[in-house]
Nanobody, 115 residues
Framework: EVQLVESGGGLVQAGGSLRLSCAAS????????IGWFRQAPGKEREGVSC???????AYADSVRGRFTISRDNNKNTVHLQMNSLKPEDTGVYYC?????????WGQGTQVTVSS
């Protein structure tokens, strides 16, 4: 069974840090690009960051310089290090794995940043 399981969310004050993890199983992890998305209540889901199978990285303008994405293919895991968190970073963070003909989504982990 294909699974993407996010963890590491929680409640932090503005300026704090969290490290999210996405553990993958049931597919060939190394062949997939991995992205992090987030969704605030009543808002559309938006892309946060992605990392390709070869290690190329992109960030949304709103998080560039504060967030860092990385992948450990030996552990089938992707991380999102989030520093200098702002209240507008609040939302459910989802992990996505995408290849040419298929993609998968995790269930999400809640991140709440208080002012």
């Amino acid at each position: 069974e294909v699974q993407l399981v996010e963890s590491g969310g929680g409640l932090v004050q503005a300026g704090g840090s969290l490290r999210l993890s996405c553990a993958a199983s049931g597919f060939t992890f190394d062949d997939y690009a991995i992205g992090w998305f987030r969704q605030a209540p009543g808002k559309e889901r938006e892309g946060v960051s992605c990392i390709s199978s070869s290690g190329f990285i992109a960030y949304a303008d709103s998080v560039r310089g504060r967030f860092t994405i990385s992948r450990d293919n030996n552990k089938n895991t992707v991380h999102l290090q989030m520093n200098s968190l702002k209240p507008e970073d609040t939302g459910v963070y989802y992990c996505n794995a995408r290849a040419r003909l298929q993609d998968y989504w995790g269930q999400g982990t809640q991140v709440t940043v208080s002012s």
